[in-house]
């Protein structure tokens, strides 16, 4: 069965600028969370998506957005990137929202 | 953010040696989950805990779901190369508006020399 897959696995972009990233769960798994890592913060929730609706979100300002789709796959959305978002970018797929989570490797997002 | 005291944060051991790391919180978890991340590499789940008391091993691995709920531990026995990397406990609250979000631990980064 294969893995949780994000893409794209490196990007770089100008501060201003927005992003889209993309994940795709283990199959049959419906919810997908998304956590940003960086050195300073650790591992922080972003968000969670279960059945197409945001169940579930963290401490992070509005220009951070996901959706999900109808075959479970997610996407999250920065708009207007700062240099404090450089981060490594995981999404996490679970069973259910009550199961345990298998994370994809990440995008590792640099702004310049 | 929220991240749980993860103790200690980096150990260096020589093969062969057990390791033994713990993870302790102020809020109660209904299940605790240790992950491993390699560099540049996602985390990798490695054992999960469901109950309180629980003890659980996964090959040379063993964790322990703590009484209060409040921590949790993992052991490593007979360390190898290939252990190096960061080990992160996560706790995962129970309950219709969090239960999918897990908080994680500081990570305890483990080198392991012949």
């Known amino acids: 069965k294969a893995g949780v897959t994000q893409t794209p696995r490196y990007l770089i972009k100008t501060r201003g600028q927005q992003v889209t990233l993309s994940c795709s769960p283990i199959?049959?798994?419906?919810?997908v969370s998304w956590y940003q890592q960086t050195p300073g913060q650790g591992l922080q929730f972003l968000f969670e998506?279960?059945?197409?609706?945001?169940?579930n979100k963290g401490n992070f300002p509005g220009r951070f957005s996901g959706r999900q789709f109808s075959n479970s796959r997610s996407e999250m959305n920065v708009s207007t990137l700062e240099l404090g978002d450089s981060a490594l970018y995981l999404c996490?797929?679970?069973?259910?929202?009550?199961?345990?989570?298998?994370f994809g490797q990440g995008t590792r997002l640099t702004v310049v | 953010g929220q991240q749980l005291n993860q103790s200690p944060q980096s150990m260096f051991i020589q093969e062969g040696e057990d390791v033994s790391m713990n993870c302790t919180s102020s809020s109660i978890f209904n299940t605790w989950l240790w992950y491993k991340q390699d560099p540049g590499e996602g985390p990798v789940l490695l054992i999960a805990l469901y109950k309180a008391g629980e003890l659980t091993s996964n090959g040379r691995l063993t964790a322990q779901f703590g009484i209060t709920r409040k921590d949790s531990f993992l052991n490593i026995s007979a360390s190898i190369p290939s252990d190096v990397g960061i080990y992160f406990c996560a706790g995962q609250e129970k309950g219709t508006g969090t239960a999918s979000k897990l908080t994680f631990g500081t990570g305890t980064r483990l080198q392991v020399t012949l």
């Open positions: 998506y279960f059945s197409e609706t945001q169940r």
């Open positions: 199959s049959g798994h419906r919810s």
């Open positions: 996490a797929s679970s069973l259910n929202r009550n199961t345990e989570a298998f």
